[in-house]
């Protein structure tokens, strides 16, 4: 018998419980589908109204990957079987992740998020969605959507906005891959701790007597978090993001996309991760690079809410949409790199064609009662 897609287990502490949630598909690096997105949503809401539950924790399973994203290619296939929509599957997934997303950053206990390894688009949602983010010197953080004409989804619209100058535009554009240090420097991460503290750090949380109280039970995990965080400094990776912050801010300093695409892919550097991040780009869509860059203009004041409710509507009209698809096969399915976008330059879309996925495609939006 498989085992099961995610696991829960509940963990007594000198009082209290822990409930420690495993992603539990290792094969492929965590990937979430809908059942496992239904089983965090149920397990969540359970766990929230339950006395003896103090703290949730969440990691996944292996040490490669905490979550490599959503199961794109059952998202292709959902797209490919009705072109032009409604996409049943694609869109019952987006709208009941961003749901869960939504659970994740408004839970009132503490939920404490062990990002170890790749950590990329749905995985992300999940770990920036916790009260305490941790990762480690394996973290690997990106969400490369532009490769596959989608958009950084689950939250990007909110987390992205938040970060420090234009880096969050920048790494929307391009999918740049992340470290532990960056995370850290653009808000998506509290601490950092070396992986080889884990099971002294979860000993920890167990040997805790928790309270009835989250904010004490906030304030407590805190406290046994900081000195595993404080042992682990030395060994923390120099990130790309601070040193490159002036440059990003440059780069992004357009009169327009157009221009700023145009500045991104113009560079001539020798610096490995800012020539790896202007090849994404040139690569990427077109179509999709300016879906990305005004879907985080119009919602850089959104609150939570409006940023989950805006992005069910451009989700649903890109899974809907022939580009999707064909940057899903070129990547993931024939694998052979060589999207036929639908336009070769930014330039060649019109308002109105971009226009279009910024118009409801229901007459009520599915997470209008967030």
């Not at 209290?16 to 809908?34: A, D, E, M, Y």
């Not at 969540?44 to 006395?51: A, I, S, T």
Request: hydrophobic residues 40%; aromatic residues 8%.
């Amino acid at each position: 018998m498989a085992e099961a897609a995610v696991l829960f287990e509940e963990i007594p502490a000198v009082s209290g419980k822990i409930g420690r949630i495993t992603l539990n598909v290792p094969g492929t690096l965590n990937s979430l589908t809908l059942e496992m997105v239904d089983l965090l949503q149920a397990r969540l809401d359970q766990w929230r109204d339950d006395g003896d539950i103090a703290v949730v924790y969440v990691q996944g399973s292996g040490e490669k990957a905490f979550c490599a994203g959503g199961d794109v290619q059952a998202l292709h296939e959902s797209a490919v079987a009705t072109p032009g929509g409604p996409c049943d599957y694609a869109e019952a997934f987006f709208t009941r992740e961003y749901r869960m997303n939504y659970t994740l950053h408004t839970y009132p206990k503490p939920i404490i998020c062990w990002g170890h390894g790749i950590v990329m688009g749905g995985g992300l949602g999940v770990m920036a969605g916790c009260s305490h983010r941790l990762v480690t010197e394996k973290t690997r953080i990106a969400m490369p959507e532009v490769t596959i004409a989608l958009f950084p989804d689950v939250g990007g619209s909110w987390f992205l906005n938040h970060m420090p100058g234009r880096s969050g535009q920048f790494l929307a554009l391009t999918g740049a891959s992340i470290n532990g240090a960056d995370a850290i420097y653009t808000g998506l991460a509290d601490r950092f701790i070396a992986s080889e503290h884990k099971a002294a750090l979860f000993e920890q949380l167990v040997g805790q007597a928790w309270s009835d109280s989250a904010r004490k039970n906030h304030a407590q995990v805190r406290h046994t978090l900081r000195p595993f965080a404080d042992a682990s400094v030395s060994q923390c990776p120099g990130g790309q993001v601070e040193p490159h912050l002036g440059t990003l801010n440059t780069l992004c300093d357009g009169d327009d996309i157009h221009e700023i695409i145009d500045n991104i892919v113009a560079q001539v550097t020798q610096d490995p991760w800012l020539s790896k991040a202007r090849d994404s780009l040139a690569h990427g869509s077109p179509l999709a690079a300016l879906w990305i860059h005004r879907q985080l203009q119009e919602t850089r004041y959104a609150s939570l809410r409006e940023v989950f409710q805006s992005e069910i509507q451009l989700a649903t009209n890109i899974i809907r949409h022939p580009e999707f698809a064909e940057g899903v096969r070129a990547l993931l399915i024939d694998k052979d790199r060589n999207p036929k976008w639908q336009y070769q330059r930014s330039r060649d879309v019109s308002d109105e064609q971009l226009d279009a996925f910024f118009s409801a495609p229901w007459d009520q939006n599915p997470l209008a009662d967030l």
